[in-house]
């Protein structure tokens, strides 16, 4: 197995692992949360969801600590103190599940880039 072929298979898998956690991340917690702050007369927590971003916000902010780098609590987009009322454990659980594979992901894209794997 030469470098690039390990390269595309490391880049295969980390890409189904982001895709796979976020649409379950997407499907599961994310809709059981703007449906418990739905019932408590709240709008959605983001209004705006280009290309899924609202999911990304979401897992940034019941996944990492508030004021972080990754979850900052001047993002006008979501109201982060609100949203991690809303979510249970195992939402935190899966959005930090589809955080870390999404960044790993991207790791693994810039590195390939750095390195000449990709074209």
Known sequence: MT??????????ISFLAMAISWISFARISM???????AADGLPRPCLWDGVGARAIWIAAAISFPLGSFLNPSWNPSIDATTIRRYATKFDQ??????????????AVIVVGVALGYVD
């Open 93 to 106: 659980r899966l959005g930090l599940t589809f955080a870390l594979s999404m960044y790993t992901g991207l």
């Open 3 to 12: 470098t690039s072929d390990f390269y595309f298979w490391l880049a295969l």
């Open 31 to 37: 809709t059981a949360i703007e449906k418990r702050m």
